[in-house]
């Protein structure tokens, strides 16, 4: 027999695993634009948050923009946000993969006309019974802060409409890999609000609710240029004679119903904190803020990455490669994410005191936010896992089981938070709920995930989680051993102080946890870096 005839196995299997090295390799380029990006636009989210802290404090005026915002949040998110990405992406993917251009850009044009319409009237009907609402939101305010805050509410209703067009537009441009401009847009809403704080402040917080706007707007504004080059076509109408129409809106109906429960979730938390005393929603919003930073950076960003190939690979009917990507993405941000708790845990007063502590954001203010993040960080794991799992659900075009699940948890994060927040733990009894209820969500959904596809092996899954999870561990010990003497010899409360333990203390965890994650095995972060050197 000829050696052209003898078993073909290895070579496949080479060729397999050299087409599952390039699809990584591109995972980790469009995450580490994504990253990029996410690490630019957190920054200047800290920048925005030291800005608005130096000006505003903990201050019931802050306050008062926090829930104002929290109500086109609400519409925004349910009727647009989540849904859009999670709906859409599948199938203009499908669209696309198929040839089929022009029905691609047809929904693209037929949704953002909806969203236009759709969200104009409700934010209309809501300005018009704001004075109703807010009430029920801040019920433990007394009447003129919460007659303020109707104003607000009208002032950021327009908002959602350019939100959900944007939205649309990232959604796009990243189901085709284009992540870059994507990735700015949350850059230009920082600045404006930056600039809305230094330069509108004697507005108070109309002049924060006039950035938000104007932010909003340059958040579609900097996504045109890249609409452009790969080739939209805008029509004028609203696609109900197209099937891709009808079928966003079946997947995206089980995904609303899950962000309006979510959102109510959000809102009873604002509210639950006004009864908590001065500055409890502020303290609860700015560590929430912190928190976003390693959740955006890692969770948000490597899944947002992920979904396209995801979406691809799973209406390809490529199931291996699909499967392959997932495991890649998961113990990334376990990984990372896991470090990033532990380091959080230990270091959150000095991290909050030399990002906040200035101005009108006292160290009392400082004490508490940092309290407040320190639950909040315990869920950051499940946050992440979320963020990944959900997306495997969404590229199966199944927006159903992840919204289940998330209506179990967010009943799970009121019911423990109307519990919690009458202990001593007050408003960080709030973070607690929250990351409770994370955590078992995570759990819940990849439990679901491995019963339908086998995405998880546990064989293999749970022993790399207890290293990964050992390893953050030891970051956390060690970073507590150089803080601890260290704090009885700095003074906490001046920056000087907080960067000489924060840096200390950071730089000694971190080395120890490269150290361990290599001995204990856990090489999925460096063959991350390894592909994306391949890559570029």
């Not at 802050?62 to 647009?80: C, H, N, R």
């Not at 537009?169 to 994507?182: G, H, K, P, V």
């Not at 991290?351 to 400082?366: I, N, Q």
């Not at 999925?524 to 890559?535: G, K, N, Q, S, T």
């Amino acid at each position: 027999m000829s050696d052209s005839t003898e078993d073909p196995a290895p070579a496949s299997n080479q060729g397999r695993q050299i087409r599952e090295s390039l699809a990584l390799s591109s995972v980790m380029s469009g995450a580490f634009v994504v990253m990029s990006g996410c690490a630019a636009s957190k920054i200047l989210g800290l920048l925005r948050n030291v800005v608005i802290g130096h000006q505003f404090g903990t201050s019931r005026e802050y306050e008062m923009f926090l829930a104002a915002i929290a109500v086109p949040d609400t519409v925004f998110q349910v009727l647009a946000g989540g849904a859009v990405a999670s709906s859409f992406i599948p199938v203009f993917a499908r669209y696309w993969t198929q040839g089929e251009r022009a029905d691609a850009w047809r929904l693209t044009s037929a949704l953002a006309n909806l969203a236009f319409l759709g969200l104009g009237a409700v934010a209309v009907l809501v300005g018009v019974f704001a004075p109703l609402l807010v009430p029920l939101l801040v019920p433990g305010w007394p009447a003129a802060d919460q007659i303020y805050t109707v104003n607000l509410v009208r002032i950021l209703l327009i908002c959602p409409a350019l939100f959900a067009i944007s939205t649309l537009a990232t959604s796009t441009l990243n189901a085709l890999d284009r992540f870059l401009l994507a990735a700015a847009a949350p850059l230009m809403y920082n600045l404006a609000l930056c600039a809305g704080a230094l330069f509108l402040r004697p507005l108070g917080a109309e002049g924060l609710a006039i950035s938000a706007v104007a932010g909003a707007s340059l958040h579609l504004l900097v996504q045109a240029p890249g609409l452009l080059r790969i080739g939209m076509r805008y029509t004028p109408t609203l696609g109900l004679n197209l099937a891709g129409t009808w079928e966003v809106a079946k997947l995206a109906g089980p995904r609303v119903l899950g962000l309006g429960v979510y959102q109510i979730n959000q809102l009873v938390t604002i509210a639950l904190a006004t009864f908590l005393g001065s500055g409890s929603v502020a303290y609860l919003s700015y560590a929430w803020l912190v928190l976003m930073v390693p959740l955006g950076m890692v969770g948000m960003s490597i899944s947002t990455a992920t979904f396209p190939s995801l979406a691809r690979e799973t209406a390809a009917g490529e199931m291996d490669e699909a499967r392959q990507t997932f495991q890649f993405g998961i113990r990334i941000i376990c990984a990372i994410s896991l470090a990033a708790a532990a380091a959080l845990l230990v270091l959150a007063r000095p991290t909050v005191g030399l990002l906040l502590e200035r101005g009108e954001f006292g160290p009392e203010a400082a004490t508490a936010t940092a309290f407040a993040l320190s639950f909040y960080a315990l869920g950051l794991p499940g946050h992440g896992v979320i963020e990944i799992v959900s997306r495997a659900f969404y590229a199966m075009r199944d927006t159903a089981t992840p919204v289940r699940v998330a209506a179990g948890a967010v009943i799970l994060n009121i019911a423990l938070s109307l519990i919690l927040m009458r202990t001593s733990l007050g408003f960080g009894g709030l973070a607690l709920a929250n990351a409770t209820a994370a955590i078992t969500e995570a759990t819940t959904l990849s439990i679901l995930l491995q019963r339908r596809l086998g995405w998880i092996e546990p064989g293999t899954f749970f022993p790399f989680l207890a290293r990964a999870g050992l390893a953050a561990l030891l970051l956390a010990i060690a970073a507590l051993v150089v803080l601890t003497p260290l704090s009885s010899h700095l003074d906490i409360d001046q920056w000087t102080g907080q960067a000489t333990s924060l840096a200390s203390a950071g730089l000694v965890g971190s080395l120890v946890y490269v150290v361990a994650i290599r001995a204990l095995g856990v090489l999925e972060p460096a063959r991350a870096v390894a592909l994306l050197l391949r890559r570029s």
